[in-house]
């Protein structure tokens, strides 16, 4: 696998379950993210994780919760979650947490909450 | 902060036109820039980036886009469409200060190609 992996790639979940979202980087990186695209809005930034260390958290609710175990994994455990967060799931990757980096993009899971 | 306008949710060419895509950026000191392509079913993909380097900045697929300072735009154009080039694009700003900015990206543009 070469790039920025996400599995599932389309994930159905009622409002009790619980599921978790994979990504893996194999570009050796050291920043991931975790954004939220939902038709007709611009992507929404909701986690920034910096050698293994989150330092972004953009008033995400609790029903999300990141876990980044290694540089190059990154989880998004979701639970009891609303139809409203039905949306595709984008994890990217980029070398440093910084302005200048190229950030590289995952397929994204496609998360539809019933 | 900062924060990116696109001009335009549906833009339509036929092929072999050219291709203007709008972006215009808030922001009080040249940021970094940056245009992404989507793909059905795909992520986003870099086309080209802004440094502070040279205003005129070329990319991938024959895309290549200008920064002005004056008019606080960096547009994305390209020569003649392709029906391959059918896609959403996001202009994306980040900065401008010294610090670790998160990203900020436009609504993006729907680019239709028709033959």
């Known amino acids: 696998e070469t790039g920025v992996t996400q599995t599932p790639r389309h994930l159905v979940m009622g409002m009790t379950n619980k599921k978790s979202l994979k990504c893996e980087q194999h570009?050796?990186?050291?920043?991931m993210y975790w954004y939220k695209q939902s038709a007709k809005k611009p992507l929404e930034l909701m986690f920034v994780y910096s050698l293994e260390e989150r330092v972004e958290n953009n008033s995400v609710p609790s029903r999300f919760s990141p876990e980044c175990p290694n540089s190059s994994h990154l989880f998004l455990h979701l639970h009891t979650l609303q139809p409203e967060d039905s949306a595709l799931y984008l994890c990217?990757?980029?070398?440093?947490?910084?302005?200048?980096?190229?950030?590289?993009f995952g397929p994204g899971t496609r998360l539809t909450v019933l | 902060a900062q924060s990116v306008t696109q001009l335009g949710s549906h833009v339509s060419v036929s092929e072999g036109a050219l291709v203007l895509l709008r972006c215009n950026y808030s922001?009080?000191?040249?940021?970094?820039l940056f245009w992404y392509v989507q793909y059905p079913n795909q992520g986003l993909q870099l086309l080209l980036k802004y440094t502070s380097a040279a205003t005129l900045v070329k990319g991938i697929n024959g895309f290549e886009a200008e920064f002005k300072k004056s008019e606080t735009s960096f547009h994305l154009t390209k020569p003649s469409a392709h029906m391959s080039d059918a896609a959403e694009y996001f202009c994306a700003v980040s900065g401008p200060n010294s610090g670790n900015t998160p990203l900020v990206f436009g609504k993006g543009t729907r680019l239709s190609v028709i033959a």
């Open positions: 570009l050796g990186h050291n920043a």
């Open positions: 922001s009080s000191v040249p940021p970094y």
């Open positions: 990217a990757s980029s070398q440093e947490w910084g302005r200048a980096h190229t950030q590289y």
